[in-house]
Each structure stands twice: as C-alpha cells, then as structure tokens.
C-alpha cells in the first residue's frame, strides 16, 4: 500500500523560504497534494500535483517533484507567521477508489 | 455554501456510552469520509463511502459504525466508547468531478473518553 513519509518539524525566521519535503512510495500515476492545518482547525487543500508533472508554482508556493526518488516538496517563498500551521503531504490511491494516504505532517514554525 | 460541517465541535464521553457524530455536506460530493487524528500518527482512515448506499472500511475500523443516510450526510457511530477513541475527528467529501479528486475537511469534533 501507499505509504507517505515527512519530517516532523521546520523552523524558519519570517521572510526566509520554507521548503518541507516528502517521500511516497507508489510509483503509479496518481496525484499528490499539500493541505495545511491550522491550529483547531481541519486541513485545507493548499496545492496539488498530479505525478506526470515536475514542478507547479501557485503565488507563493512552489511544488517540486522528483519522480525518480518519489520526492515531493512544497516551497513557501517569503514565509509569513500565518504560514505556521501543519503541513500534510498525501497521496491519492492509483487504484481508483479516492482513497488518500496522508504523511503524519510537519509543523512549521515561523520566527517573527 | 457551508462545505462540510460536523457537530459536535466538542464531546466528553465516559467509558461505555455510545454517541454518533454527525457530518454534511453541501458540495454534492459522491465521496464522504471519516478520519481520526492523533498526535503523532497523521490522519488514519475510518470509513468511507465512494457514493449514496455503499460503505468500506478504512485503516483503523474497529470500534466504529458508519451510516451514509443520503448523499449530503455520513454519520460516524461508537457504539461503546474507550479511552482509546480519545482523538479528533474529521469528516471530509470528496467529487468525482473534479479530476484531482481533492478533499475538503470539516472543522472536527474533539471527543474525550474518560
């Protein structure tokens, strides 16, 4: 089955580049998403990428992934402290039953 | 539209009691889900139900009963609570319209079993 890794943590000072990385292990067609999770809130879909792609760019964020290492990460460019929050990589089951595995997140702090 | 709600936001329940929690959705969405969270482990699948009238089980199902009772709503039932089913609770729907198949997540019930 899928199985979707991440670090658990990130700090970073406000106005620096966040980059949180992701590691999944199907090699199937299928897409990969980053939602945030706000503290006592329930996640929010940030961005998306579907796996014959290497790179999406959205305003701030940019999603880069690597095929060949089934590495997947989300740049945040001029981090602001309402980036801190949970960061959820997840990966959609190829097998069609829309099913999502989900990393455990990261939780990226911003230093004012 | 409200997206996806979920009541209670808030729930204590002593060992024993059962309770259902409660999600809709306005999306019309073919796919509804329910997951727990707890620290550490991410997000584990309960249930889930693909459209109106089917229902599977996910990663983590023991202990739960699910009811799709119409497309718009997916309750989630502990018939017998236990401590262990101290977390919180997210219900999310997903459409198959949309190719990338996103989810959208309600806001979560905390549930204490004491």
């Known amino acids: 089955g899928e199985d979707v890794e991440q670090s658990l943590f990130l700090s970073v000072r406000e106005g620096d580049s966040s980059v949180i990385n992701c590691t999944y292990t199907d090699s199937s067609s299928t897409y990969l998403y980053w939602y945030k999770q706000e503290p006592g809130a329930g996640l929010q879909l940030l961005t998306y990428i579907f796996s014959n792609m290497d790179m999406k760019q959205d305003q701030r964020l940019t999603v880069l992934l690597n095929k060949k290492d089934k590495h997947l990460s989300l740049r945040i460019a001029d981090t602001q402290t309402g980036d801190s929050a949970i960061y959820f990589c997840?990966?959609?089951?190829?097998?069609?039953?829309?099913?999502?595995?989900f990393g455990i997140g990261t939780k990226l702090q911003v230093i004012p | 539209n409200a997206g996806v709600t979920q009541t209670p936001k808030f729930q204590v329940l002593k060992t024993g009691q059962s309770m259902t929690l409660q999600c809709a959705q306005d999306?019309?969405?073919?796919?509804m889900y329910w997951y727990r969270q707890d620290p550490g482990m991410g997000l584990r699948l309960i249930y889930y139900s693909a459209s109106e009238g089917t229902t599977d089980k996910g990663e983590v199902p023991n202990g739960y009963n699910v009811s799709r009772l119409n497309k718009r709503e997916f309750s989630l039932r502990l018939e017998s609570a236990a401590p262990s089913q101290t977390s919180v609770y997210f219900c999310a729907s997903g459409g198959l319209g949309g190719r990338s198949y996103e989810q959208y997540f309600g806001p979560g019930t905390r549930l204490t079993v004491t």
């Open positions: 999306m019309n969405h073919n796919s």
């Open positions: 997840a990966e959609r089951d190829p097998g069609g039953y829309q099913k999502v595995t």
